[in-house]
């Protein structure tokens, strides 16, 4: 069953703040977080495993919460170049969530 | 390769016809993903091979639909009687690991589009 994400859609100014959510019906071992841009393929952000832990690289940054079978994806100070589609993605098979479109208008 | 290669990147078929898709993953890579993309949705899970063995085919729309991965490395993605609601982005994936645990690179796609 796909994942549920939420907001569906976002549109912040630039230099503002964003969190997407992601919500799983079955167990997590493993949560992915991908973009996408307008005719291109979805590019990797990050991978949280199982423990709760939190990463991040550069002003991106996310949590996953095995317990609660959610994480969720930070995004600080946005620049423009952060637009596009952002997919969770779970399971051994790589399930895609419902997607988040975020726009960083100037 | 360097990277996840599919081709063609774009194919028009006619209505009926068959048609073959191709997806040469990074080498060595176990893992390998299949999915498909209308216009303006998400990736839809297709199918998924470990090696050579199809692990799920739960996606697969219909019967029409059949993927293939003999020798655990290049996989195939056939369509048989093609439908205009077949018409959509279908993209590849490949991974290292067995279980999701490391990150998956994706081809460009191809565009398919049934006329």
């Known amino acids: 069953q796909q994942p549920v994400q939420s907001p569906q859609a976002v549109i912040l100014r630039e230099g503002e703040d964003a969190v997407i959510n992601c919500s799983s019906s079955?167990?997590?071992?493993?949560v992915h977080w991908y973009r996408q841009k307008h005719g291109e393929a979805p590019v990797f952000l990050m991978i949280?495993?199982?423990?709760?832990e939190q990463k991040g690289h550069d002003k991106i940054s996310a949590s996953f919460n095995e317990k609660k079978q959610q994480s969720s994806l930070y995004l600080t100070a946005s620049q423009l170049s952060y637009s596009g589609t952002y997919f969770c993605?779970?399971?051994?098979?790589?399930?895609f969530g419902t997607g988040t479109r975020l726009t960083i208008i100037p | 390769g360097a990277g996840v290669s599919q081709s063609p990147r774009y194919k028009v078929a006619k209505r009926g016809q068959d048609v073959a898709l191709r997806c040469d993953p990074i080498?060595?890579?176990?893992?390998l993903f299949w999915y498909q993309q209308a216009l303006g949705q998400g990736p839809e899970f297709l199918t998924y091979f470990q090696n050579e063995a199809q692990l799920d085919k739960s996606g697969l729309p219909s019967d029409r639909f059949f993927a293939e991965r003999p020798e655990g490395s290049v996989s195939t993605l056939k369509i048989q009687r093609t439908q205009q609601e077949d018409s959509a982005v279908y993209l590849c994936?490949?991974?290292?690991?067995?279980?999701?645990?490391?990150?998956?690179?994706f081809g460009q796609g191809t565009r398919l589009t049934v006329v």
């Open positions: 993605g779970v399971t051994e098979k790589l399930t």
């Open positions: 949280l495993l199982k423990g709760g």
């Open positions: 994936a490949s991974s290292s690991d067995r279980g999701g645990s490391t990150e998956a690179f």
């Open positions: 080498s060595g890579h176990v893992s």
């Open positions: 079955k167990a997590l071992y493993s």
